[in-house]
């Protein structure tokens, strides 16, 4: 019987082994990647690789996380409206639900396609805000923009990135609640055909300032790149007109 036992936890320790060892790996490099980068700056000491393997844990995670959103951007993450996915023939299927803006079905304009995050929720823009569109059909949530919005949004993370025409400012929503987590000012309006602002390497790029011209206006005047976590300022650009 003991020697049962002891076979039977053997085999109970590997299982369990087994099935942790991708994360232990996981753990074993990033750890060895925060040492060997602390070596390289000359500060080897065992707190400093402990901090700097936890803050390489966390961003390593975050980067996971905005890279795992479906459909980030308007006509797909790669911009060319397709996707790998294979969908059955659309002639045998009906719709399941059907969403309307709540001011009434014809009392709004949407501002191009949705995006969808990792659980299938849609973000939909209308000349009034954004909307969240649970997988079901059901508004999640609502932000309301009074100044007006027609571009539609950017899925970065934990993060909605918008744009607003109408007093050309540049904004985050937190994506669970709907709350604002940043707005900036970047000019005093913004063409109402501008496209749809995106982010890049951490860098949200969104046109402002409105063009003006005899005979016609829209468009925009200025390009800017902006942090996409906290909004600030990174740099600006003009083009020859």
């Avoid at 790996?25 to 390289?40: E, K, T």
């Avoid at 744009?163 to 400012?169: M, P």
């Avoid at 709907?178 to 951490?202: F, H, I, M, N």
């Amino acid at each position: 019987e003991s020697s049962w036992a002891l076979h039977s936890l053997f085999w109970k320790r590997l299982k369990a082994y087994l099935m942790a060892a991708p994360f232990i790996i996981r753990l074993l490099v990033l750890h060895a990647a925060a040492a060997s980068q602390d070596c390289c700056e000359g500060t080897c000491g065992e707190e400093n690789m402990e901090v700097n393997f936890l803050q390489t844990n966390v961003n390593s995670a975050s980067l996971s996380r905005r890279k795992a959103h479906p459909w980030r951007q308007a006509f797909g993450n790669e911009r060319r409206c397709v996707t790998n996915e294979v969908v059955p023939s659309l002639s045998s299927i009906k719709p399941a639900w059907n969403w309307s803006s709540p001011i009434g079905r014809y009392s709004t304009v949407l501002g191009g396609g949705p995006v969808i995050d990792t659980t299938g929720n849609f973000y939909v823009v209308s000349s009034e805000g954004v909307h969240k569109v649970s997988p079901e059909g059901q508004q999640l949530w609502f932000h309301a923009f009074p100044v007006g919005i027609n571009n539609q949004v950017y899925l970065f993370g934990d993060t909605v990135l918008g744009s607003c025409k109408g007093d050309g400012t540049a904004f985050a929503l937190d994506i669970s609640t709907g709350s604002l987590v940043w707005q900036t000012k970047l000019a005093e309006d913004a063409g109402g055909d501008s496209g749809y602002p995106a982010a890049y390497d951490g860098i949200f790029v969104v046109g402002a300032g409105m063009g003006h011209h005899p005979s016609m206006t829209g468009g925009n005047v200025h390009v800017f790149g902006l942090n996409a976590t906290t909004g600030a300022k990174l740099w600006q650009f003009a083009p020859e007109v």
